[in-house]
């Protein structure tokens, strides 16, 4: 296979995932702000329906528990990142020595659909931040090889 061909295949993976993962932040940011008395009357249309809340439970719990195994367990390989940034995305999220306990929490509240703070809320940005980072820095990569 060609660096092109990887590089892309690579960069497809990394989008599909940056999207969902994404698209789920966003509704537990909704949920949150949902659960502020204010916000429903300054948002009196904003809603979410038990499938996309359902969905995003889903995508974030996969996502977190992957990502703690990927951390906990030095994971060479994921299914959801691909392995051309795995290790530069461990490396910039393994800088916060308490992440792996805050992703082992924040994976018990969704489970338990319990509400997510502002902290938390702070690090899924934090680690969407970062992963956005590398689909940006991939990008460049093929960019790059197509001349």
């Not at 993962?21 to 509704?27: A, L, M, Q, R």
């Not at 659909?113 to 990569?141: C, H, Q």
Request: hydrophobic share 35%; proline share 2%; glycine share 2%.
């Amino acid at each position: 296979m060609s660096e092109i061909s990887v590089l892309s295949n690579q960069y497809k993976k990394l989008v599909e995932t940056s999207d969902k993962v994404n698209n789920s932040v966003i509704i537990y940011k909704k949920k949150k702000l949902l659960n502020e008395p204010s916000a429903k009357q300054q948002y009196p249309k904003l809603f979410i329906s038990y499938e996309d809340s359902a969905m995003a439970k889903e995508i974030l719990t996969s996502f977190l528990t992957n990502l703690k195994q990927i951390l906990e367990e030095d994971r060479k390989e994921s299914d959801l990142i691909p392995s051309i940034v795995l290790e530069d995305y461990k490396k910039k999220l393994g800088s916060n020595q308490y992440v792996k306990e805050d992703i082992e929490s924040l994976i018990n509240l969704i489970k338990k659909d319990e509400a997510i703070s502002t902290d938390y809320i702070s690090l899924l940005d934090g680690i969407m931040s970062v992963l956005d980072n590398e689909r940006n820095i991939l990008f460049r990569k093929l960019r790059t090889a197509r001349g």
